[in-house]
């Protein structure tokens, strides 16, 4: 299924801002929360974009997808800067993989042993 973007971004403004009517503090929060490592001023918002970017990748989550591809444009990150930070969340999901293979192998050893001492 292909999503439009670009409606699905303005379906979200439009989602969070019922819930900053109704709510405001949880989204008051959020935003403090957000903003606050910008305040550091050691990463420029492109570069603090496209590790959100990536980071949104990892945790498979759509709306922030479409949130941060829109504030890396608005920050002028290239395509060719986006594909290598995209890059970074393959590489390391695929070594999260292998390190959780390992601990489920580690597991499976460790039943098998048991389930044979039974």
């Not at 903003?35 to 420029?44: F, I, N, R, V």
């Not at 390992?102 to 050893?109: E, I």
Request: proline share 1%; aromatic share 4%; net charge neutral.
């Amino acid at each position: 299924m292909m999503l439009d973007w670009n409606a699905y971004r303005q379906q979200l403004l439009a989602g969070t801002g019922d819930i900053g009517r109704m709510s405001p503090d949880i989204v008051r929060g959020y935003r403090q929360l957000s903003e606050a490592g910008a305040k550091t001023g050691k990463l420029d918002a492109k570069t603090r974009e496209l590790i959100a970017l990536a980071v949104s990748v990892t945790r498979q989550c759509d709306g922030c997808i479409t949130m941060h591809a829109d504030a890396a444009v608005k920050h002028g990150a290239t395509r060719e800067e986006v594909l290598e930070a995209l890059g970074v969340a393959i590489a390391i999901n695929a070594g999260a993989a292998l390190v959780y293979s390992a601990r489920a192998m580690d597991a499976f050893t460790a039943r098998s042993a048991e389930a044979r001492a039974e």
